[in-house]
C-alpha cells in the first residue's frame, strides 16, 4: 500500500498526524507488505496553521500511482477548494482505491467531485459548506461511503486512522495498534456503524 498524504500552507497538523501514527504500524508491525508513503504538496515547503514549517519532497506527484490519498484539513481549504490548479491535482486520485479526510479536507474531496451522491461529514463548523458537495452531510465522528473515508474535527484523527486499519486488517489488528498507541477510546467493531 503506497500513501499520498497531501500537505499544504495553514493545513491543521493534529488532521493528519494522528491517522499517520496509527497507519504506518501496518508498516511497523509487517501486517501490510510493501508499505510505504509520501509526503505531497503544491510547493516545496509549506507552514501549518500554528507556524510549523514542513519541507516537502514531492511537488505535485501524479496521485493516481497511489493506494491512498489522505487530506487533511484547516482554514485554508475554504480558499483552496476554489483552486482549480490545486484542485486539479487532487482530481488525479479519481481512480485510487482509498480516499481518507480528517475536518475540512473533505472539502476538497467535494470540490473535486468525489462526494457527489454521497454521504460525508466534516468539522461541525463546516456543514454548511460541505452541504453542495454532497447528498447529505451526516453529523457523525466518522462517515465511510464505500471506500471514502471522511472524519469529523483534528480529534478524530485517530479514530480515523483505527477505523481504518479497523477496516482493512481485522479486530485482532486494530486492538494490537491501540496498545501500541495507548489510545482505549476507539471502538472496536463498529464499522457497519460507523460512529
Same mark, same amino acid.
Given at each position: 500500500?503506497?500513501? *499520498?498524504?497531501?500537505?499544504?500552507?495553514?493545513?491543521? !497538523?493534529?488532521?493528519?498526524?494522528?491517522?499517520?501514527?496509527?497507519?504506518?504500524?501496518?508498516?511497523? @508491525?509487517?501486517?501490510?507488505?510493501?508499505?510505504?508513503?509520501?509526503?505531497?504538496?503544491?510547493?516545496?515547503?509549506?507552514?501549518?496553521?500554528?507556524?510549523?514549517?514542513?519541507?516537502? +519532497?514531492?511537488?505535485?506527484?501524479?496521485?493516481?500511482?497511489? %493506494?491512498?490519498?489522505?487530506? +487533511?484539513?484547516?482554514?485554508?481549504?475554504?480558499?483552496?477548494?476554489?483552486?482549480?490548479?490545486?484542485?486539479?491535482?487532487?482530481? !488525479?486520485?479519481? %481512480?485510487?482505491?482509498?480516499?481518507?479526510?480528517?475536518?475540512?479536507?473533505?472539502?476538497?474531496?467535494? *470540490?473535486?467531485?468525489? @462526494?457527489?451522491?454521497?454521504? *460525508?461529514?466534516?468539522?461541525? =463548523?463546516?456543514?454548511?459548506?460541505? =452541504?453542495?458537495?454532497?447528498?447529505?452531510?451526516?453529523?457523525?465522528?466518522?462517515?465511510?461511503?464505500?471506500?471514502?473515508?471522511?472524519?469529523?474535527?483534528?480529534?478524530?484523527?485517530?479514530?480515523?486512522? @483505527?477505523?481504518?486499519?479497523?477496516?482493512?486488517?481485522?479486530?485482532?489488528?486494530?486492538?494490537?495498534?491501540?496498545?501500541?498507541? %495507548?489510545? +482505549?477510546?476507539?471502538?472496536?467493531?463498529?464499522?457497519?456503524?460507523?460512529?
Amino acid at each position: 500500500m503506497k500513501i *499520498a498524504y497531501i500537505m499544504f500552507d495553514q493545513m491543521t !497538523t493534529m488532521d493528519f498526524a494522528g491517522f499517520y501514527e496509527v497507519v504506518a504500524w501496518m508498516a511497523v @508491525l509487517g501486517k501490510k507488505e510493501n508499505m510505504s508513503w509520501d509526503f505531497c504538496s503544491n510547493k516545496e515547503e509549506i507552514t501549518d496553521d500554528r507556524g510549523m514549517k514542513i519541507k516537502i +519532497p514531492n511537488v505535485y506527484p501524479n496521485l493516481s500511482k497511489y %493506494d491512498l490519498v489522505f487530506i +487533511p484539513g484547516g482554514m485554508s481549504t475554504r480558499k483552496l477548494r476554489n483552486d482549480s490548479e490545486f484542485i486539479s491535482w487532487i482530481q !488525479t486520485s479519481i %481512480d485510487v482505491e482509498y480516499k481518507v479526510s480528517i475536518c475540512t479536507g473533505s472539502l476538497l474531496m467535494g *470540490a473535486a467531485g468525489f @462526494l457527489t451522491g454521497k454521504r *460525508a461529514t466534516t468539522n461541525p =463548523s463546516a456543514y454548511e459548506l460541505l =452541504s453542495p458537495y454532497c447528498s447529505e452531510v451526516i453529523k457523525k465522528r466518522i462517515v465511510r461511503e464505500g471506500n471514502i473515508f471522511m472524519g469529523g474535527g483534528a480529534g478524530a484523527s485517530m479514530d480515523m486512522g @483505527l477505523f481504518f486499519v479497523e477496516s482493512v486488517t481485522d479486530e485482532s489488528f486494530v486492538k494490537l495498534v491501540q496498545e501500541k498507541v %495507548d489510545y +482505549p477510546f476507539y471502538k472496536v467493531g463498529n464499522l457497519l456503524n460507523n460512529y
